[in-house]
């Protein structure tokens, strides 16, 4: 069964394609003469071995580097790479453009060859398509492991007990025997009232000094003695008192005899005429 899904598993993988690269040199190398690395410079670089087109795809977490031939796309050899940097890649150690790649058939067998970029922009690229590549792969793991050891752990049970019960204490709500929410403390953040000063009576504030300059006093009004005591409010309604006006002084009079018309006493009375008229 294992064998089964781990099968069933690999087909599922996909393949994807994370860089190409349409001219690649090929170069046989000699063996390494130290531990010091590969040296380009001892390749034949002008008489490249074979050139082509390189792919590099990805299959599940390992990646696969491809030589092909630019017009049919045969596949000319293909290096397997489980990490990065590692065995199965190297640079060598004087120049950016090439690099060591180790090579393998179907049969299991392996040979190291030389790979070299006309370009240092191609070199840059495929050197980053192998590291994100294997950053990825880096990342999976880790959340693989994290997740085996959280599903490893003791889970913890939440769950409610039969017959188990929990009490909640929520404040201001009313309680069953007086139905009455209680009062928030004075301390709690809303606002509060001053208590009235003793006696109940409330002290008004005293006005500034340029309201009482500018306060005209209205004239007291009159009562009327018609007007008994007792109601107060009727003396809105009497009208302001009539300020005395002065008597003009006497004028003298004419020395015109002809203009004093005024006085009728000054006339001297004459006795009734006896009347032609008979009255019926």
């Not at 090929?26 to 690395?37: K, L």
């Not at 840059?124 to 693989?144: G, M």
């Not at 007990?161 to 025997?177: A, R």
């Amino acid at each position: 069964m294992a064998a089964a899904a781990a099968a069933a598993g690999a087909e599922l993988e996909y393949e994807a394609v994370l860089c190409v690269k349409p001219d690649v040199s090929v170069y046989r190398i000699p063996p390494r003469a130290s531990n010091r690395g590969y040296r380009a410079s001892d390749w034949k670089l002008d008489q490249p071995d074979w050139t082509g087109r390189l792919r590099i795809t990805s299959k599940g977490k390992t990646a696969y580097i491809k030589l092909e031939d630019k017009v049919s796309g045969e596949l000319f050899a293909q290096a397997p790479i489980d990490q990065y940097p590692g065995i199965a890649v190297e640079t060598v150690t004087d120049s950016s453009r090439y690099f060591v790649i180790r090579i393998q058939d179907g049969n299991g067998r392996s040979a190291f060859i030389g790979i070299g970029f006309g370009d240092r922009g191609d070199a840059f690229d495929f050197n980053v398509a192998l590291q994100d590549h294997f950053k990825w792969v880096k990342q999976e793991t880790e959340i693989s492991k994290e997740s085996q050891e959280i599903d490893s752990r003791p889970k913890l049970d939440l769950g409610f007990k039969e017959g188990q019960t929990i009490k909640l204490n929520i404040g201001n709500m009313p309680t069953k025997k007086s139905g009455v929410t209680k009062s928030r403390p004075a301390g709690s953040g809303g606002p509060s009232l001053l208590p009235p000063p003793p006696g109940g009576k409330t002290v008004l504030p005293t006005p500034p000094l340029a309201a009482i300059s500018n306060h005209v006093t209205p004239p007291p009004v009159l009562k009327s003695s018609n007007v008994g005591n007792t109601d107060i409010l009727l003396d809105l309604d009497l009208p302001a008192p009539v300020p005395k006006v002065p008597a003009p002084a006497a004028v003298p009079a004419p020395t015109d005899l002809w203009g004093d018309f005024s006085a009728a006493s000054s006339i001297p009375s004459q006795s009734p005429q006896p009347s032609n008229w008979v009255q019926f």
